[in-house]
């Protein structure tokens, strides 16, 4: 029946502060590993020193005037574009075959936004204190107190955005002369615009809108569903066990011990809220499975924590599958790979993988490719010689100038002209084209139909690569 009155819902709804509880624990532990780790790979790498002779000494620079990525000892052209599509693709399968084994993993210790996000609480918990100070500082009146120590907390994560944005420019560039150019005002206008839009998103994205990111803006929890299957392992509340036949209820007097809460048919949940209070993304994992959860295990280590209290098993909540929690008497989980949906994904995950460091670590120096030109496909000249030209393309994928011979073989010496190229030099990264011509006598172009163009850096003998090519001549089918 019609009231008269529509709710209203609005198009964005503001946004109601989480302020977690830190918690201890072997998911905490993981976390924080998995953090200083990836802290240190990517705000060290650019200030790890390489030797190199024509670049800056830095391990990991990304060369974008010189059309190439150092990595290491490693240098990528943009004609190995074919890694960076394997890569991708190799990551992309990877997501899949670990959400189809443990869920949103990635999501809760692998994701930027997690680990930014994480960093960006624990400076907040340094600054204004542990959850019950953050809220009765959100909650009192303006005063010096929370000038100074939510100003504090902001400077501090715009400290940590700048650096971020700064170290990102620092795999463009030789990062000590960026600093110093930097701060002089000589920094190419790039380095301020890269350092200062990756400040603002930033500090945006990890200190004000945090957990919306996972929820309104990543699409990876909107689409997981459909790689979740009941064998799947995810963080789960065990509602059979903790609310028992009466639902959950505190552990007062008369209902602490475990055979008490039993007999009177209350579960093994003392509702004691610290799994909502430990959680990044706010949600109650006691509501069930949600595409918000992050699956970051924090609720496991917090409800741990209060069994080991109260003397009640762990694993109230656990990560386990639907499958397990509806069997009659759940079994110890484990991840269950056996799928075919599961083995598919790691058996291309292994084959791209394979072809990919197969292919990294078996390419040459240099590439090159020989074409014959076709309009004519040859010449008689007035002695009735027959000519045809040839067209040599080199690429130099090696980290230094290189100086290539060219030579043929299965004709006679003087046979090849090379015109006023009798070698080619090609710069790092760059290309070289020479044009080559083949003149024989009737008789002996009558007998050779293919022979050998074979291009020789200079000193590296164990190099050469040869190409057949094709030798046209009057009367022979194209």
Known sequence: MQTGLEEQVALYQKRIPIFTRSVKGRFRRFKTSVLVFAYAMFFLLPWLPWARSDAPSQAVLFDLPGRRFLIFGLTVYPQDVLWLALLLFIAAILLFF???????????????????TDFFIWIEQKIQGERPARIRLYRQPWDREKVLKVGGTHFAWLLASFWTGMTFAAYFAYAPQLVVDFVTGQAAAA??????????STYAAAGLMREQICTYVCPYGRFQSVMYEADTLAVHYDARRGEGAHGRASARAGQRALAERHEKGLGDCVDCGLCVQVCPTGIDIRDGLQYKCISCGLCIDACNTIMDSFGYPRGLIRYDSEKNLAAAVPAKPRVEWKRLKTIGYGVALILMTSFLVYSVSTRGSYDRTVNQIRLPLYVVLSNGDIRNRYQIHITNKAGQEQTYVISARGVPAGALDLGSFQEITVKPGHSGTVLASVRLSPELAARTKHFELIITPRGKPAEARSETVRFDSPGRPT
Do not use: D, P
Not at 98 to 116: I, K
């Open 98 to 116: 670990v959400t189809g084994l443990v869920g949103r993993a990635f999501c809760g210790y692998f994701c930027f936004q997690t680990l930014w």
């Open 191 to 200: 380095a301020y615009i890269t350092a200062g839009v990756l400040t603002v």
